[in-house]
């Protein structure tokens, strides 16, 4: 019988997927790591199996490939490895008006966010049930809580991810298997300079990823819901008037904090 808990984790050469690689070794956890860079991902096996007496499995994959997900699957089903924690992390946005935008780089951002999430959960979920054990955090936004001019697609996305989680994790309400949703604020990691966000008024207080990525693993361990973390004050206030607050003038008050500077 095995002792070590073992967590998939895409997105997890940065960021808050790195740190989700951090928590879980320093808890004695073995490790599949997923992201695009094998360079990366190798440098971050030999830091934690140096640090740790954990094993790392590395894969490297773009989720934005339809077939990545089922070779991702397969290739953890031939080494013979359950994995007890699946951690969907990997995503990313971009800002600008929905038709000027690439609508290359949309559809990779749809397959990413929603597609690739959505298939591994599929495709390991079955096997968390069979054996009525197993958490699974899917890493959303708190974009999902409204929609959001000049990332009307991100925004769109992480919705779907808050949605999608809750729905299965009530779906599942009679097993041992929890759904986690991650909704993190502006977080202090690449994906804002990629995205362009880094450049707008939203991204000019970020939360450590550090501290999001421990609130959403503590939050997996607890079976929550929901985990909302890396806010100020003033954007909590924010949230907690939206159901109250006309949605023209939400849309209005969106768009001028993701215009850029």
């Known amino acids: 019988m095995k002792t070590k808990k073992v967590a998939l984790i895409t997105g997890a050469s940065t960021g808050i ?6 928590i879980h070794a320093e808890k004695g956890g073995d490790l599949i790591i997923v992201a695009r ?9 030999k830091e934690l199996e140096t640090k740790y007496p954990i094993k790392v499995m590395v894969i490297a994959k773009d989720l934005s490939h339809p077939t990545a997900p ?11 490895i359950e994995v007890d924690y699946l951690i969907n992390n990997a995503g990313f946005g971009g800002v600008g008006k929905f038709h000027e935008r690439e609508w290359k ?14 298939a591994l959960t599929r495709l390991f979920l079955p096997d968390f049930v ?17 929609p959001g001019p000049l990332q009307a697609v991100y925004f769109a996305t992480k919705a779907y991810v808050t949605f999608f989680s809750n729905a299965i994790a009530e779906e599942l309400h009679d097993t041992n298997i ?5 909704m ?8 804002g300079k990629i995205s362009g966000m880094d450049k707008t008024s939203m991204f000019e207080k970020t939360a450590g990823a550090r501290g999001v990525a421990e609130d959403g693993y503590n939050g997996m361990i607890k079976g929550k819901l929901d985990v909302v973390s890396g ?22 008050q969106i768009r001028q904090m993701q215009e850029v500077k």
Request: avoid cysteine; hydrophobic fraction near 40%.
């Open 231 to 252: 806010l100020t004050f003033g954007q909590k206030m924010m949230m907690a008037m939206i159901p109250f607050t006309p949605k023209k003038m939400i849309l209005k």
């Open 178 to 182: 929890t759904v986690t949703n991650l």
């Open 37 to 45: 860079s094998k360079d990366k991902l190798e440098v971050l096996k």
């Open 70 to 80: 089922k070779e991702i699957y397969d290739e953890v089903t031939k080494a013979g």
């Open 105 to 118: 780089q949309d559809l990779q951002m749809i397959n990413l966010n929603i597609v690739a999430l959505t």
């Open 17 to 22: 997927g790195k740190e989700f690689a951090h």
């Open 130 to 146: 069979k054996r009525n054990r197993g958490s699974i955090l899917n890493v959303s936004s708190t974009a999902s809580f409204m």
């Open 184 to 191: 993190p604020g502006a977080t202090e990691t690449e994906f």
